[in-house]
């Protein structure tokens, strides 16, 4: 889920839609993941991604940054597009994943715009039903849960939205359960919140950290190191800004590898976001440095 900063609006026209396609249609082929479904709202989107190798904090990041890009460039403005980083719940697919497309496809009826989600131009629902085609949209898996014959899967599929219409809002499909970030049995969410998921977070840190400090020619010892040097103190903050915005660390991590205290760094992280609305070139530095951690 991605909302708009303030509530404000993400998109502005039609032309804004299509572009956030193509940007997901980008994406899946730089990062080898799935979109099972999606909904695009003029203040929100939601979006049922299966990630492949690459973590979604990558993907995320990717597509927001993009589309934040293109949205300041048409708009002639600066500053963020959207409310914080994207939120995401982690759903077991053969237990949730039909529910959850149902409660997506949805969106635009709980929100009194239509009275048929088939109405409603910008979701996978038409997709699925035959009616428009989405190269980037994977339908297969869910319309294979209703059978074997195209047409009689579409018309399954169909009905079985249209159940949920009375459904209402589901504060799971918000929250996630008992984790708060996870919709699953349990066995799976022992698997995924294990040691695999500690590793890959670390070694985004580290090709943070050393990718900041190749560009600032400054070594990571050095950060680490007692001194407030107002120059060490700014690329703290630049590290910081990308590790939790990419999600490779929280602040309390952050402030364990430094040697700081969480709340001075989120002082140097909003220090930084600050600074981006009135230095150009350090907007430009940013860009740069995400796109090499992107690439890296």
């Known amino acids: 889920m991605l909302r708009g900063n ?25 990062f080898d993941h799935q979109i099972h479904g999606f909904c695009l709202m003029d203040n929100h989107l939601h979006l049922a991604i299966q990630v492949g190798e690459t973590p979604l904090s990558k993907i995320m990041q990717n597509l927001s940054f993009r589309y ?6 048409k708009k002639k403005r ?11 719940i982690l759903v077991e697919r053969d237990s949730y994943l039909l529910e959850l497309i149902r409660y997506i496809h949805l969106n635009p009826v709980r929100a009194k715009l239509v009275k048929n989600p088939s109405r409603y131009r910008w979701s996978g629902h038409n ?14 898996w869910v319309l294979s849960q209703f059978g074997k014959r195209a047409d009689a899967c579409r018309r399954h599929y169909d009905a079985f939205v249209a159940e949920g219409i009375q459904e209402g809002y ?5 929250k996630g359960g008992e984790d708060g970030r996870i919709l699953a049995g349990e066995r799976y969410t022992e ?11 670390k070694s985004n840190l580290n090709k943070i950290v050393h990718t900041v400090c190749s560009v600032y020619k400054i070594k990571a010892q050095t950060l680490q190191s007692p001194s407030r040097q107002r120059d060490n103190s700014q690329v703290r903050g630049i590290i ?5 915005a990419t999600e490779a660390a929280t602040l309390k991590e952050l402030g364990d590898y430094f040697g700081r205290d969480a709340s001075v760094l989120s002082k140097q992280v909003h220090r930084v976001e600050s600074l981006i609305q009135l230095d150009n ?3 430009q530095e940013l860009d740069q440095l995400y796109n090499a951690i992107m690439q890296a």
């Open 127 to 140: 997709a699925y039903l035959g009616e428009e085609t989405l190269p980037w949209l994977t339908t297969d």
């Open 78 to 88: 600066i500053g963020h597009l959207f409310q914080g980083r994207y939120k995401a």
């Open 240 to 244: 910081a800004w990308l590790a939790y």
């Open 68 to 73: 934040t890009r293109w949205i300041n460039k």
């Open 170 to 174: 589901r504060e799971e499909f918000h």
């Open 281 to 283: 070139k350090l907007r």
């Open 6 to 30: 303030g509530g404000n609006k993400i998109f502005f026209d039609d032309e804004d839609r299509k572009h956030l396609y193509w940007l997901i249609h980008e994406g899946i082929k730089r």
């Open 191 to 201: 698997q995924v919140i294990g040691k695999q998921y500690v590793q890959l977070k």
